[in-house]
C-alpha cells in the first residue's frame, strides 16, 4: 500500500505531528481507495497541509495593502501556487451608487463609465487580506472599440498552452461583444487577440445587450471549450480549438413557452449564467436580470449529460435562489444606503414575482476547491450591488456560497450563510482543465 500524511493547520498556524493534529491518508491500491494525491516529484511524496479559512459575507473582502478589493464579476483559478482572480475593476477614485436604482443615469454616468479595466489579484488561500493586486490584465480605454467593460472570465487552453482572457464590452457603436486576449502567464501581459467574437447567434443592433451580453467559459476533461452567453436568449456554442471564436455548434434545450427554437434557453430575460461540471453532470445556473438591482437575483439550474446537451430544467423549485414572500433582509443589510430600493421587474422580482433573493446579489461564477471533506462547489454569487459600506460602486460587497447537493446530485436551494469555512488542502490538487486550473 501507499501511504502520505497531511499535516494540519488551524485558523494558519501549523499544529505540527502532534498525534491528535496528524491525519494520515491511506491508499489501498489493491482494494481501489484513494484519497487526495499528493504531488510526487521522482518518486518523492510532497506535504499537503490541511488550512482553515474563513470568509465572511458580512464584511469586505481586503487586500494585504489594507483596501477593498476593487473586483466584480470575473472567475478565480488555482494556478502554480495561488488562487488568482480576473474581474472587472471600476476605475480609479470610484463614483458613487445612484440614489435609488443601480441602472439610474446620474450626471457621472455611474456603473457606465469607460474606466472598467480587468484587474489581477492573487492570494495564497482566497482568506481576508491576503489578496494581492498583480495589475490590469485590460483597460477599456486601450481596447478597440469598448464603451463600457464588464464579466470577464480566464480558462488555459491546454492546446495552444495560453491563458485566455475573454471579456465583454459595450461597442463605440451599439451592439456588445465579447473581446480574447491571450498570455503566457495568469500575471500577463495578455494580448488582444480577437477585438470581437464571432457568434452563430448574428448581433441585434436594436438592443446592445442582446448581442453577447453576460457570458461564462467552460473548458472540459478533452480540453474543448464552451461558451454559454446571454441577455434576452441565452444559448451555449463550442469555441474553436484555440478559443478565439465561436465553432459555430448550438447545445440543444427543451423548448419552452418562451423560447421553442431548440438553442436557446427557454427563460426569458436572463443573464449572469455559470457553466460548471460536477460528478459527469453539467449544470447552468442563471437569474433573471438584474442591473446592478439592489434586491439581487437567483438560481434557475438546467442540467445536461454533455455541454451541448441535451439541456433540461431541473425539477423543482422554479428558481432556487429566490423565495417565495416579502420576507425581509438578513440581519447584516442593515447599514445600506437608506435611499436605495429594490429595481421593480428585475431580479427575483421578474414579472411581478412576490419572491426575494435569498442572497440579495446577482450570480457570478460557480467553482470548486478541494478541501479535507472533498470537493466543495462555491457559489459566488458575487455581486452584491447597491451595497458598498461607504457607497462607492467600486466597494460593493460579494457573497460566497457553499452549494448543496442531493445524494442523487441535484442541486439544492440555496441558503444564506454569514460565512463559510473552508478546510482547504493546500496546495490544491491539480484538476485538469474543468472550472478549475493547475
Known amino acids: 500500500f501507499v501511504a502520505r500524511q497531511v499535516a494540519v493547520r488551524e485558523q494558519g498556524v501549523e499544529m505540527g505531528p502532534h498525534p491528535k493534529r496528524l491525519v494520515c491518508e491511506t491508499a489501498v ?31 469586505p473582502r481586503f487586500s494585504t495593502s489594507g483596501e477593498i478589493v476593487n473586483a466584480h464579476d470575473g472567475t478565480i483559478r488555482w494556478i502554480n501556487g495561488y488562487f488568482w482572480l480576473h474581474a472587472a475593476s471600476y476605475g480609479a477614485g470610484g463614483c458613487a451608487d445612484p440614489p435609488h436604482h443601480g441602472c439610474e443615469q446620474t450626471p457621472d454616468h455611474c456603473g457606465f463609465q469607460p474606466n472598467h479595466n480587468v484587474s489581477i489579484w492573487r492570494s495564497p488561500d482566497l482568506s481576508n487580506a491576503s489578496w494581492v493586486y498583480v495589475g490590469n490584465a485590460v483597460e477599456c480605454a ?92 441565452m444559448s451555449i456554442e463550442k469555441l474553436t480549438p484555440d478559443y478565439l471564436d465561436s465553432a459555430m455548434v448550438n447545445a440543444s434545450f427543451a423548448p419552452g413557452p418562451v423560447r421553442n427554437r431548440g438553442t436557446e434557453v427557454p427563460e426569458d430575460f436572463c443573464e449572469a449564467p455559470s457553466l460548471w461540471t460536477r460528478n459527469g453532470t453539467y449544470f447552468l445556473t442563471t437569474g433573471h436580470c438584474c442591473c446592478f438591482c439592489y434586491q439581487g437575483s437567483g438560481m434557475i439550474t438546467y442540467t445536461a449529460p454533455h455541454p451541448l446537451g441535451p439541456w433540461v430544467k431541473q425539477a423543482g ?27 421593480p421587474g428585475q431580479g427575483c422580482s421578474y414579472s411581478g414575482a412576490n419572491r426575494k433573493s435569498v442572497s440579495q446579489a446577482q450570480q457570478n461564477f460557480v467553482f470548486p476547491v478541494e478541501t479535507a471533506r472533498g470537493t466543495e462547489y462555491i457559489w459566488t454569487a458575487g455581486d452584491r450591488w447597491m451595497q458598498a459600506p461607504d457607497g462607492e460602486k467600486a466597494h460593493e460587497p460579494q457573497f460566497w456560497g457553499l452549494l448543496q447537493f442531493k445524494p442523487d446530485g441535484v442541486l439544492m436551494p440555496l441558503v444564506w450563510q454569514s460565512e463559510i469555512v473552508l478546510d482547504l488542502l493546500l496546495p490544491q490538487p491539480s484538476a485538469g482543465f474543468g472550472n478549475r486550473l493547475e
Request: a positive charge.
Open 29 to 59: 491500491l489493491l482494494l481501489g481507495l484513494l484519497c487526495a494525491p499528493a504531488a510526487r516529484s521522482g518518486g518523492a511524496v510532497n506535504s499537503t497541509v490541511v488550512k482553515r479559512i474563513v470568509i465572511s459575507n458580512t464584511a
Open 142 to 233: 486601450n481596447a478597440p472599440g469598448c464603451k463600457i467593460l464588464y464579466r470577464p472570465h480566464l480558462v488555459f487552453n491546454p492546446t495552444t498552452n495560453l491563458f485566455v482572457l475573454f471579456y465583454n464590452y459595450v461597442s463605440k457603436e451599439g451592439p456588445s461583444r465579447n473581446g480574447v486576449a491571450t498570455a503566457l502567464s495568469p500575471a500577463g501581459p495578455f494580448t488582444i487577440v480577437r477585438p470581437a467574437m464571432r457568434t452563430a447567434r448574428p448581433p441585434l443592433p436594436s438592443n446592445h445587450n442582446a448581442s453577447v451580453g453576460d457570458f461564462d467559459v467552460l473548458v472540459d476533461s478533452d480540453g474543448a471549450a464552451y461558451m454559454v452567453y446571454s441577455y434576452g436568449p
Open 317 to 343: 423549485a422554479v428558481d432556487l435562489g429566490c423565495v417565495e414572500g416579502n420576507t425581509s433582509t438578513p440581519t447584516e443589510l442593515g447599514t445600506l444606503p437608506t435611499t436605495a430600493v429594490p429595481q
